[in-house]
């Protein structure tokens, strides 16, 4: 992509053209060293994004859930950037058609943007792009950012370390246990929602409710209990309450100074991320080239030397910058 072509779209871009933003998002899951280009042309964002983390078992009704909350929230003129990191989701093409037509009316909302996100490739490049389009999203004036993910898989709970609040989904139906428990998602939830109420639940709320009773390690350092929370995501049943618990946590969160921290911890990770790549690249590129065949040979005498190899790098590495500082 040429510069001036960037120029163009971030102009668009600035005039809240969708189409825009949806360019920019392929072209940094693509091309992740176009970001820098990109995003340095973007001005500081006028306000944060607020983020939710949407997670459950499979069929749990995230994606009808999410559809439920992006009409309600922008009834009240609220603007949503969702992005799905569920491979089966309606949003990436393994749909059924059913599903592709329930979630169209959100879709088309001009306050509204749905993107997924495939979990090919690595945990790294799938927690980059869904960091990116985050940043994306947010300089595109997005007021609350989604991500819909299922909750199994290194990758897709890597995901919701971006969220400011996690919403974890059960259902009734899946042998009426605590389907999360198991998976070792539910300790992450802030808000627990025990979906299909219609279908009953009532019995998995209490089975919630009591293991929040008993047990201190879901009250976190702030002192949040979290709340459990049963909805009919098809007739809309318990949003209001779940909305209104969403935002008793932003303000508790707020309050208590995490969602500072949130913050902050993870952009220092989006820094060292960044970091990490160009440095390995710089070391790939400049460094290990001319010395592969003598590290090889020292690996075949003694594969223990491997770490003494790398200090032996790293020192070439730092007398490379000393020399480049001159
Ligand atoms: N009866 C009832 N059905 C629901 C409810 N919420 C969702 N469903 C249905 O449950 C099925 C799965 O819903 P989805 O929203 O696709 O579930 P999901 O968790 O996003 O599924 P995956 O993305 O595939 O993991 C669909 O047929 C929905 O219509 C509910 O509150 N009650
Ligand atoms: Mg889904």
């Not at 340095?40 to 749990?60: E, H, K, L, V």
């Not at 329930?102 to 490739?121: N, P």
């Not at 709970?157 to 999360?180: H, R």
Request: negative net charge; proline residues 4%; contains cysteine.
């Amino acid at each position: 992509v040429q510069p001036e072509k960037i120029e163009e779209l971030v102009e668009k871009f600035k005039q809240k053209d969708k189409s825009a933003l949806a360019r920019f998002i392929s072209l940094i899951e693509n091309e992740p060293d176009m970001a820098s280009a990109v995003f340095s042309r973007f001005d500081p964002p006028q306000q944060p994004s607020f983020i939710i983390g949407i997670t459950g078992p499979p069929g749990a009704g995230k994606s009808t859930l999410i559809n439920q909350l992006v009409e309600k929230l922008t009834a009240q003129g609220k603007s949503v950037g969702v992005i799905s990191v569920d491979p089966s989701s309606p949003f990436s093409g393994g749909a059924f058609l059913g599903d592709r037509i329930r979630m169209s009316a959100s879709v088309q909302h001009e306050l509204c943007f749905m993107r997924s996100m495939a979990s090919r490739g690595s945990v790294g490049g799938l927690s980059r792009a869904t960091f990116d389009t985050c940043l994306l999203y947010e300089a595109f004036g997005f007021e609350i950012i989604i991500i819909e993910t299922v909750g199994a898989g290194q990758s897709e709970v890597e995901v919701l370390k971006f969220a400011d609040t996690i919403l974890v989904l059960n259902v009734p139906g899946l042998g009426d246990s605590i389907q999360c428990q198991k998976a070792g998602i539910i300790e992450i939830g802030d808000i627990l929602v025990v979906n299909k109420k219609d279908l009953g639940g009532e019995e998995i709320a209490v089975q919630l409710d009591l293991m929040l009773d008993d047990a201190v390690m879901f009250i976190g350092e702030s002192g949040w209990r979290p709340p459990v929370v049963q909805t009919n995501s098809i007739s809309g049943e318990g949003f209001d309450e779940l909305i209104e618990e969403i935002w008793n946590h932003k303000n508790h969160i707020t309050l208590s100074g995490e969602l500072v921290e949130k913050h902050k911890k993870r952009m220092k990770e989006k820094l060292m991320d960044v970091l990490q790549f160009k440095i390995r690249n710089f070391i790939l590129e400049q460094i290990y080239p001319k010395i592969e065949s003598s590290v090889w040979d020292q690996i075949n005498q003694n594969k223990y030397s491997v770490y003494s190899i790398a200090g032996d790098i790293y020192n070439t590495f730092l007398s490379k910058l000393k020399g480049s500082d001159e």
